[in-house]
């Protein structure tokens, strides 16, 4: 579980750089920085619900 949720947090920090790399290259006219900006909060909830889901199920003990 912990390696899950490290891999999700990486690919929680790539979405964000690449974010940015986007607003930076289209000057805010493009759409692709509003993409991953989307795929982050996503991931974000998705890693929220399993550490969630996690505690409640016992799979991790705090």
């Known amino acids: 579980m912990k ?3 490290v ?4 690919l929680i920090l790539g979405s964000l750089a690449s974010a940015l790399y986007y607003m930076v290259k289209d ?3 493009g ?3 509003v993409k991953s900006l989307t795929l982050r909060i ?3 909830l998705l890693l929220f ?7 409640y199920t016992g ?3 705090l």
């Open 49 to 55: 619900t399993l550490l969630m889901l996690g505690t």
């Open 31 to 33: 759409t692709r920085a």
């Open 59 to 61: 799979f991790i003990s």
């Open 3 to 5: 390696i899950a949720a």
């Open 7 to 10: 891999l999700i947090l990486f």
């Open 27 to 29: 000057k805010g006219h």
């Open 42 to 44: 996503s991931l974000s």
